[in-house]
């Protein structure tokens, strides 16, 4: 079994742990919600969200002892039953990481400051062997990156910001997985926040890119405040993920095909790939 196999079966076993801790975690949640609070099943969002933060602080101190008892045993066993999915979880992840060592890639990926061994197998796991990708078009599409008719697939997806429904043959041509474009979602916040300073760490006092890919996305955050001022700030930043996965999906489609040494990576210094121009792009 070569490596992008070996992955994929040890993310097979990642996936199936993932499921079973969110499905603990949300049973609990919701009998703390339901039991420890004064939720109501008309609350409005903003409620909700109020809620939602007093469980997270009612299940955190159980945790430590404090509360209600019947609750401090309810936290206390359910983690333990969450315990050897977590261990499977880790396993599995550790797996993964070693086996990047094998993937053309290893070495440069070592070079991009926040993507990590256990993102470049993730992504693997999810797409497979990437010299099976004619261009980063085919990669963009299979990780949920192409747009369909001027949107991308989680717009679709969503019950706003979509112009109609797809018809069934149009999510045949054009399929979505949302689980998988989660997973692709947190590897390039991941990556960014890695290659940004914090506004209250700059002189200006404004948030500054600090690695290639930072400065990606904040040319295109720039860029849409001047071509969609009707954006909220959300928005904005979804969409600046976005063409920055596609600009590192793109440097990473080309590395894979085309291995060479790494480039030591400097804060701020001036991006020489074709993916610089990619912020100005929809």
């Known amino acids: 079994m070569n490596a992008v196999e070996a992955i994929k079966g040890h993310h097979r076993r990642r996936r199936y742990a993932m499921k079973v801790q969110q ?18 099943y008309d609350a409005s969002e903003a409620d909700r ?4 933060r007093e469980v997270a602080k009612i299940i955190a101190s159980a945790r430590k002892g404090d509360g209600d008892k019947l609750i401090v045993e309810l936290v206390q066993k359910t983690d333990r039953g969450r315990e050897p999915f977590d261990a499977i979880r880790k396993a599995a992840e550790s797996a993964m ?13 070592k070079g991009v400051r926040g993507a990590g061994a256990l993102g470049l197998a993730t992504i693997v796991a999810e ?15 299979r990780l949920g990156f192409a747009p369909y008719d001027g949107h991308a697939g989680s717009s679709w997806k969503r019950q706003t910001w979509r112009p109609r429904t797809l018809t069934a043959e149009e999510w045949i041509a054009n399929p979505f997985s949302g689980e998988r474009y989660a997973l ?32 990606i996305y904040a040319a295109r955050r720039k860029h849409t405040m001047q071509t969609h001022p009707d954006w909220t700030d959300g928005h904005r930043r979804m ?30 210094r001036k991006r020489t790939t074709k993916s610089a121009q990619i912020e100005a792009r929809p």
């Open 23 to 40: 499905k603990i975690d949300r049973a609990l949640e919701s009998f703390v919600r339901i039991n420890a609070t004064q939720w109501t």
């Open 49 to 52: 969200e109020k809620f939602n």
């Open 97 to 109: 990481e070693k086996l990047t060592e094998h993937l053309p890639v290893a070495e440069w990926i």
């Open 127 to 141: 797409a497979g062997d990437l010299a099976n990708y004619p261009n980063p078009a085919k990669l963009w599409k």
């Open 184 to 215: 692709m979602h947190q590897i390039i916040v991941w990556l960014v926040n890695h290659q940004w300073i914090g506004k209250a760490k700059t002189e200006s006092g404004e948030g500054e890119p600090n690695g290639p890919y930072g400065e």
């Open 239 to 268: 969409d600046a993920l976005r063409v920055t996965m596609k600009a590192f999906l793109k440097d990473l489609h080309v590395e894979w095909r085309n291995p060479r040494a790494p480039v030591e990576e400097k804060p701020n």
